[in-house]
């Protein structure tokens, strides 16, 4: 299957503790992002990655902290110095060469819930 | 910089009333506009987008938007809603050829369907 593989789709995480959400695609894509969704919020970009071995912040990188070691993954780990972490989780890819549109598509989803 | 606004939080119309969402965003240079949907607990799924050309996008389930330049609204429509139109629709303005900046969301809008 090609797509978007985003696990765990659930976690609870206890506070002080570091958490890895695994973000796997097989389009060979090579821009990859994290969005935290709110309720009533919308989608905030959390990090993004060009390519292999570079990534940047984007507007809620605090707390967080993510790798770009292979074109296919993206993992983003949700830090104890994240101060409110429970939201759901996306994670999306976008075809960097596509001249027509430069669409962006979306995993599943993963829940983060901090008990 | 680029920015979406969805003027309403929450929509709802009767199953076969016709529907439109609205959108404005807020960007210097020809916006690549997206309208995405996404079922609770799910990622989001793309129904349509515009880069250039007609400004009428057709999509899929039914539903097409609007690019209309001076008024700096993309709406979404649908002839018809059915039940499983029941969603939250995201619209969003995305990185063009010379912007590496990541897509815009708007807040979104709720669309109940009532029998």
């Known amino acids: 299957d090609g797509g978007i593989t985003q696990s765990p789709k659930y976690l609870f995480r206890k506070e002080g503790q570091n958490v890895t959400l695994s973000c796997e695609q097989n389009?060979?894509?090579?821009?990859m992002y994290w969005y935290r969704q709110d309720p009533g919020q919308g989608l905030r970009l959390i990090y993004y990655?060009?390519?292999?071995?570079?990534?940047q912040k984007g507007d809620i990188a605090e707390g967080y902290s993510v790798s770009r070691e292979k074109k296919e993954s993206f993992p983003l780990t949700v830090t104890s110095a994240q101060k409110n972490p429970t939201a759901f989780y996306l994670c999306?890819?976008?075809?960097?060469?596509?001249?027509?549109?430069?669409?962006?598509?979306f995993g599943e989803g993963s829940w983060l819930t901090v008990v | 910089a680029q920015s979406v606004t969805q003027p309403d939080i929450h929509i709802t119309v009767s199953e076969g009333a016709s529907l439109e969402l609205r959108c404005n965003y807020s960007?210097?240079?020809?916006?690549?506009l997206f309208w995405y949907v996404q079922s609770p607990g799910q990622g989001l799924q793309l129904l349509l987008k515009?880069?250039?050309?007609?400004?009428l996008v057709q999509g899929i389930k039914g539903f097409e938007a609007e690019f209309k330049r001076s008024q700096s609204s993309f709406n979404l429509r649908k002839p018809s809603v059915h039940w499983s139109d029941a969603a939250e629709y995201f619209c969003?303005?995305?990185?063009?050829?010379?912007?590496?900046?990541?897509?815009?969301f708007g807040a979104g809008t709720r669309l109940t369907v009532k029998p």
């Open positions: 999306a890819t976008r075809n960097t060469g596509d001249p027509y549109g430069n669409t962006i598509y």
């Open positions: 389009l060979n894509h090579d821009a």
């Open positions: 990655s060009q390519i292999v071995n570079d990534f």
């Open positions: 960007y210097g240079a020809t916006p690549y």
């Open positions: 515009y880069f250039s050309g007609d400004t």
């Open positions: 969003a303005v995305g990185p063009n050829l010379y912007n590496n900046n990541d897509m815009r």
